[in-house]
């Protein structure tokens, strides 16, 4: 194991150590009885925002991959996951959101992934899992630089372009942003990316009443943020 993750990994277990006892799951409001009762995270919003951050920063700086301790932590996440971000992004294979926060382990992170990391009903539902039943306290939103699907978008708001298949409805979930950005000083592509990121984010705090109350009661926090795939940083927009 290199050193960088040898100074990474003690406090990763450390966290699965803990969470893995964990705290009494307790009703948040009427829909927690659906679910199974079960241990949720410890770590507040502002603490996931932290070790997000940090993550980023260990993945621009010290890249390199190495083995990692996954035997262990396929054991300790078998009894149970306490994720403790949702990252809601794009399918494209050059954003793996475990990476490029760090080298996170099993069990640290809840992902929804789909072309251009829109929100729909299935995804807002994974979403909602995690904040309620899972106790997830962070929503990320995150776009990235040259997102195919948005510059779909854009040329479909510019251009009345027809796409094929599904491919066209998918899309169209985005040509609002797009329109919005039309004519807009910088690049056309690049300001949609960061508007849709802020349009769903603003979506999924206020047009889930799971999420938002959980927003009410200071128990989540919903952010949107940036991916630049030339450098590798996260840049947080809300």
Known sequence: MCEQCRKFVPGRRQFLSLTAAGIAATALFGTRHAFAAGATTSVTADEAFARLKAGNEKYVGAPQVCAADLVNQRQQVAKGQTPWATIITCSDSRVPPELLFGGLGLGELFVARNAGNMVDTATMGTIEYGAEHLGVPLIVVMGHEKCGAVAAA?????????????????????VPAALAMRGKPGDFVDNTVRESAKRTAAKVATKSPIVSHLIKDTKVKVMAAYYDLDNGRVEFLS
């Open 154 to 174: 854009c040329e479909v708001a510019e251009k009345h372009t027809k796409l094929p298949g599904s491919i066209g409805p998918m899309v169209n979930a985005i």
